[in-house]
Every structure is written in C-alpha cells, then in structure tokens.
C-alpha cells in the first residue's frame, strides 16, 4: 500500500505537470478572412478559420442572398445583358486541414461538391520584407499554386502553419494573400487567441470518405456548365442550334485555379 | 485636260460617298447574354432576352444597316467566365 502511494503520488503529479504544460503551449485561436475575386466579376465572401496546432477549419459565413435582377450594359460593339442570380443554396463552402489530409466543399452551380484536394508541396520563398497587420509582424513568402504567383504574408507570434483557403505550410499563421494580378486576394481581421475563443473544431469527418479527387470535381464542374448550357438551349426558339461551351473562348478570363498551366 | 480634273473629281467624290456607306454597313454587332451567378443558378431563368433585339441598338432598323452580327451566352460563375461560341444572328 505504502509503495502504491510512492509511486502512483509522484506519477499523478508529473501527469498534472505534463497536462499544463501542454495546455499553455496549445496555440488554438479564430480569425475573420475575405476572400475577393476580381477577375469576370468582383466577387466577395467572408470565412471565420478556427484552428489549433494540429488542425484548421475555415467555414463560410455572411452567404448573402438575393433577388434575381438584371443589368443592362451597351458597349461600343452591340449589347451586353447581364443576369444577376441569387443565392438560394445557404450550405457554406469549407477548408479542412490537418497537415496531412486537406478537405474542402465546393458549390459548383446547383450541386455540392465534397474534394479531397492533392498533396502539394508548399515550398515557399522567404523574404526578408516585413510589415504590420494588425498588431502582428508579418514575414514576406511566395509561391506558384495552380497557374498563379502569390504573395503571402505570415506571422511567427501564431506559430501554427495555416492560413486561409488552401494555403499552408509557412512557420506561422498566413494573415494575406494575393496573387500578382489582384485577381485572388485574401484579407483577415478580427483576429483572436486563446482564452477568449472556444478552441473545439467540430466536423463530421465520417464525411470525408465520400470526398471524390480533384480530377473526379474538375470533371464534376465540365459537366455542370454543359449541364447550364443545356438548359439554355431547350429554352431557345425552335430549330436553333443547341448551345456549347466554347472551351477555346480566347477572352474568357481563367478562373483562380488554372489546372492546365500548373507550375 | 479640264474634262479628265472634272471626272476625277468626281470619281472621287463618288468614292467618298461610299466609303462612307461602306464603313457603316462594315459595322460588327455583337451581343452577348450573360448569366451571372454568385453560387447558384436559379432554375428558372428568364428567356425573354433569347429573342436577340440586337436591332434595338444605334438605331439600326432593318438587316441591311450591318453586314455581320453575331451573339453569344455566357455564365459567370465564381469568377470564372464559360461562354458559348459566337453564332450569326438571326435575321429578323
């Protein structure tokens, strides 16, 4: 009994001594993202990122629905009308990330795309440029990702290696980003640590064993924008052609990812 | 001599004339119908505008004032630009 109680004491103390130590050193916090695209259209959303030295989780917040309305816009050659859709399908796109897996949801027109994204290798440029976001001093990197050249912006005080959408990977918690046009450009703020946020990611990774790859989504949206066409087409006059994606389309900007100019 | 400046002057003129004209009628009207989407595209897109008015643009009131007009659909959807080809309008 005596030698129980000498073993199971020191046992029990140095148990406690790991667990708080542990938990002072868990960096865990939360931080607002705006996530703009500027290439066809100016395109905005908001994403909250929770995260923990083992994992992060960027969830869309602020969906923004709307009404259908039109614009009409003349140009020098003839007449463009544009049609504005609102949102009706409210499931928010995510990023999933546990530094060795990467999960994200995509919607692609009326269909929700669960991915399993590649592995990648994130071999960023350090650069010995800094500056202040917030109250955080920020290190300069880049890299080439799908087609683009980004600038990204990281800081050391929050030393976990996330950062918004899919980027990863830097010694610290990425704050910006952009490519070289502007065409992606990612801002944060209200930015929180510790205490005062609820460290927990929930996540129904049982989920996840139906993600499909990227090529299986890449092929997913082919089909969704044959699919919009053909729609359109069965509302034209009688006797007009059926309506097909121009995969050539010399003046249609490529989106953020550019699969086909991989770097 | 006199007689061969008058002709050339007016073979000139003439030619100016319809110079003009044909610059005009060179004209390219394009239209194109854009669907953009934030994230969704609603099932029941309006069809009015598949009946091209491209003739309700500069005054054009019948298919002899251009020689070219084509049109094209687009969809905008999450930055991303997917268009059809361009087609011949219709003569209306």
Redesign the interface.
């Known amino acids: 009994m005596k030698l129980k109680k000498k073993i199971l004491t020191p046992l029990s103390i140095l148990f406690i001594i790991i667990s708080s130590w542990s938990q002072n050193n868990k960096t865990c916090g939360e931080v607002y993202y705006t996530h703009t695209i500027k290439i066809s259209k100016i395109v905005a959303n908001d994403f909250v990122m929770k995260f923990d030295n083992k994992q992060s989780y960027s969830e869309e917040v602020n969906i923004k629905t709307s009404g259908n309305s039109q614009e009409i816009e003349g140009s020098e050659r003839g007449t463009t009308r544009v049609y504005v859709i609102g949102r009706k399908n409210k499931s928010p796109n995510f990023f999933y990330n546990n530094k060795t897996e990467f999960y994200f949801n995509y919607l692609s027109f009326d269909e929700t795309l669960l991915v399993k994204e590649d592995k990648f290798e994130w071999n960023w440029a350090l650069h010995s440029e800094i500056k202040k976001i917030g109250k955080f001093t920020c290190q300069k990197a880049t890299i080439d990702f799908r087609g683009r050249s980004y600038t990204a912006w990281f800081t050391n005080e929050i030393p976990v290696p996330f950062g918004p959408w899919k980027f990863q990977g830097l010694s610290g918690l990425i704050l910006e980003v952009y490519d070289t046009d502007k065409a992606f450009h990612i801002t944060s703020s209200k930015i929180q640590i510790g205490e005062k946020v609820d460290c927990v990611i929930n996540i129904n990774k049982n989920s996840f064993k139906e993600a499909i790859s990227i090529t299986e989504y890449l092929n997913e949206i082919e089909k969704n924008v044959n699919a919009i066409f053909a729609k359109l087409s069965s509302k034209m006059p009688k006797g007009s052609k059926p309506l097909e994606w121009d995969k050539n389309c010399e003046d249609c900007p490529k989106g953020v990812e550019i699969f086909d100019e991989e770097k | 001599m006199k007689n061969i400046l008058l002709t050339l002057v007016l073979v000139l003129t003439v030619s100016f004339a319809f110079a003009g004209n044909e610059i005009e009628k060179a004209?390219?009207?394009?239209?194109?119908?854009?669907?953009?989407?934030?994230?969704?595209?609603?099932?029941t897109?309006?069809?009015e505008?598949?009946?091209v008015?491209?003739l309700?643009?500069n005054n054009l009131t019948s298919s002899t004032d251009y020689i070219s007009?084509r049109?094209?659909?687009?969809?905008?959807?999450?930055?991303?630009?997917?268009?059809?080809?361009w087609?011949p309008c219709k003569a209306l």
């Not at chain 2, 239209?31 to 595209?41: K, L, Q, S």
């Not at chain 2, 049109?71 to 080809?85: D, S």
């Open positions: 004209s390219v009207v394009e239209v194109e119908e854009t669907v953009f989407t934030t994230n969704e595209v609603n099932r897109i309006s069809i505008l598949l009946e008015p491209f309700e643009y007009c049109y094209r659909k687009c969809i905008i959807f999450n930055g991303e630009k997917y268009c059809t080809e087609k």
